[in-house]
T-cell receptor, first 114, second 109 residues
Framework: DSGVTQTPKHLITATGQRVTLRCSPR?????VYWYQQSLDQGLQFLIQ???????AKGNILERFSAQQFPDLHSELNLSSLELGDSALYFC?????????????FGPGTRLLVL | QKEVEQDPGPLSVPEGAIVSLNCTYS??????FMWYRQYSRKGPELLMY????GNKEDGRFTAQVDKSSKYISLFIRDSQPSDSATYLC?????????FGAGTTVTVRA
C-alpha cells in the first residue's frame, strides 16, 4: 500500500459526459501528479500540482482539468468524454516539487466510456 | 522519436533465470533513473532508484546506468513466478517523469 488513495476504482459513463476523479496523496506529500495509461499509449504524464499550484503540464487535453485543494487532495475533471478517453488514470504523490523525486502511485481509476 | 525507448516484449523465462531489461533515452538532461513494477494494471510500485552512472544492487535486483550511452538496465537474478509483471523504466530531469512503454515479463514455474 503506497498510501495514495484514489476514488472511484471503476467508472463507466457515456460519451459526452463529465466525470471527476479524486486523489488523496500520502501524508506529508505536497505534490500530486496525474497520469493516463492506455493499452496503446503507455503511461502518459498529464499534470502536476505542488502545494495547490500547477507545477508542470504534460499531454493533457483541453477537455481535462485538475486542481489541488488546500487539504492537498486533488481532482481530475474529464469532460466531453470520448471513447478514446477510456483508460486507467493514476495519481501519484511526492514530498517536494521536483519531478526527479520518487513518486508513489495510487491504485488507479479505471474509466470506461461507452 | 520517443524520449524513452523500451522493448515491450513480452519476455518469458523459466524460474531461476536471470531477467534482463533495458531502456534507451535521448534526453541528456535526465539525471534520475527508476524502475517500477506494475502488476495486472495496478498502480506502479518503485523497485529501484538511481541518480548517477554505475550499478546499484538491492537483493535480487541490480540497476545499471550508463549515461554516456544513454542506456539503463535492470537485472533480476533467480527469477520467481511472483516476478511476473510489467516493468517500466522512468527517468527525469528537473520536473516530470518520462516512462518507457513497459516490458511484460512472465516467469514460468
Amino acid at each position: 500500500d503506497s498510501g495514495v488513495t484514489q476514488t472511484p476504482k471503476h467508472l463507466i459513463t457515456a460519451t459526452g459526459q463529465r466525470v471527476t476523479l479524486r486523489c488523496s496523496p500520502r501524508s506529508g506529500d505536497l505534490s500530486v501528479y496525474w497520469y493516463q495509461q492506455s493499452l496503446d499509449q503507455g503511461l502518459q504524464f498529464l499534470i502536476q500540482y505542488y502545494n495547490g499550484e500547477e507545477r508542470a503540464k504534460g499531454n493533457i487535453l483541453e477537455r481535462f482539468s485538475a486542481q489541488q485543494f488546500p487539504d492537498l487532495h486533488s481532482e481530475l475533471n474529464l469532460s466531453s468524454l470520448e471513447l478514446g478517453d477510456s483508460a486507467l488514470y493514476f495519481c501519484a504523490s511526492s514530498p517536494g516539487a521536483q519531478g526527479g523525486e520518487t513518486q508513489y502511485f495510487g491504485p488507479g481509476t479505471r474509466l470506461l466510456v461507452l | 522519436q520517443k524520449e524513452v525507448e523500451q522493448d515491450p516484449g513480452p519476455l518469458s523465462v523459466p524460474e531461476g533465470a536471470i531477467v534482463s531489461l533495458n531502456c534507451t533515452y535521448s534526453n541528456s538532461a535526465f539525471q534520475y533513473f527508476m524502475w517500477y513494477r506494475q502488476y495486472s494494471r495496478k498502480g506502479p510500485e518503485l523497485l529501484m532508484y538511481t541518480y548517477s552512472s554505475g550499478n546499484k544492487e538491492d537483493g535480487r535486483f541490480t540497476a545499471q546506468v550508463d549515461k554516456s550511452s544513454k542506456y539503463i538496465s535492470l537485472f533480476i537474478r533467480d527469477s520467481q513466478p511472483s516476478d511476473s509483471a510489467t516493468y517500466l523504466c522512468a527517468m527525469s530531469g528537473d520536473y516530470k517523469l518520462s516512462f518507457g512503454a513497459g516490458t511484460t515479463v512472465t516467469v514460468r514455474a
